[in-house]
């Protein structure tokens, strides 16, 4: 499959703009104009085509703040689609620009018919949601510096401080609780080698992966991530875990397999027209057959494992699928290559192209694909070489994402111990 030409962080590509237009009405509207106001329910959806809109928020104590500008190519107002929660922020319009908007079931629609364009409007939704967790905890630090000038204002400085501890122990327990599931040492074959990375963010996600002997000759591997974060992300994680653990000793069918944990998920939501912004699950399930090297496997939106073989260019495993358990109808197609003795294969989870560093730059997968070709074949070091580059880069920036890698080395014959 060929990539999609890069774009911005936040933007559409062109495939998915012209998904969009296709269903969508166009509207212009002159400078200063009001497209969404925070704290009003509104039920369309917005594409920038062409011009400038800046995005606003009103404090508590009255002042404005601006948090982003948006230019071509850009959406807002997917929120409200997808519930009736009130509007987030104000969206004004700084010069003429040009829009396409969307109704909510037109939204909902083209959701169920474009994965990628699923996935990418999921993703912006968890994005926004961050972004006022963000200045939520910036303006209660303030609040909190001035309460402590007045002795009455202690006592309520003291119960914050109270559910702080709360919420950090309960960060601790989730941390804890995704440790524990997770498998402590791998399968060891002579002919393959697997290896592991995770580092949790600040904010316990729901990352997960996992190296199963099935039978004497096949090996289902597993990498997850739940999109969600805290303890709600670790039970789900830890759900999915299990769902995958049992459903992987009734079928080698990785579509099988998939699937029904995909139903099991959506059993667990309970929601009765199959449509909820709950969490959602991207996974990549396969089973290799050691003696041929025959790997099958689905994709559910996950990112692609990337492939290097010796002496040849590193590619990324296609596959389509949309996530798992949040909307009914779902179609996963196996696919299948056959690893050969000096193959590597890297399987992620976007917490490790998502890395952002101080200056809000994303690691991306360019960078990632160049330090894995250039530290592949080193067994265990090849992830902690990874690590510290993506550790390297973001800095002193704050994780928002865990950092999950799994690695498959052929080995190749009279290799020595990795």
Known sequence: ???????????????????????????????????TRQGETEHTFYVVEDGRVAVSRRLEDGTEQLLNVLGPRHIFGEMALLDDSPRLATITTLTETRV???????????????????????????????????????????????????????????AELVEKERLEREMELAAEMQRSLLPAVLPRYDDYFFAAYLAPARH??????????????HVALLIADVADKGMYAALLMAVTRTLFMQEAQRSLSPAEVTL?????????????DGYSMDAFVT??????????????????????????????????????????????????????VTLQPGDSLLLYSDGVTDA???????????????VFQSVAGHGTETLDRLARDVNAWR????????????????????????
């Open 260 to 272: 029904a944990v995909h139903r099991g998920l959506m059993t667990v939501g309970g929601g009765e």
């Open 356 to 370: 952002h560093n101080e200056a809000d730059e994303g690691y991306g997968l360019e960078r990632l694909k160049r």
């Open 100 to 158: 396409l908007e969307l109704t909510a079931e037109q939204f909902k629609q083209l959701l169920r018919q474009d994965p990628d364009l699923a996935l990418h409007i999921t993703r912006r939704v968890l994005s926004n949601l961050r972004t006022i967790d963000q200045l939520a905890i910036h303006d209660l630090r303030t609040k909190n510096a001035l309460l402590q000038e007045a002795y009455h204002s202690l006592k309520a400085a003291q």
């Open 283 to 336: 996974a990549f399930y396969g089973v290799l057959h050691r003696p041929s090297g025959c790997l099958t496997y689905v994709r559910a939106a996950q990112d692609r494992p990337l492939l290097l073989r010796p002496d040849q260019t590193l590619v990324s495993l296609p596959g389509d699928g949309r996530f798992l358990g949040m909307l009914p109808d779902l179609e996963l197609h196996e696919e299948v």
């Open 1 to 35: 499959m060929i990539d999609s030409p890069p774009t911005a962080a936040g933007q559409l590509d062109a495939q998915m703009l012209a998904s969009l237009r296709a269903v969508a009405a166009p509207r212009t509207y002159p400078p200063e104009t009001q497209l």
């Open 395 to 418: 800095g002193n920036a704050a994780a928002f994402d865990d950092v999950t890698m799994l690695l498959v080395e052929a080995v190749a014959p009279n290799a020595g111990d990795k």
């Open 204 to 217: 316990v996600g729901g990352d997960l992966f996992g190296v199963q002997p099935l039978d004497d000759e």
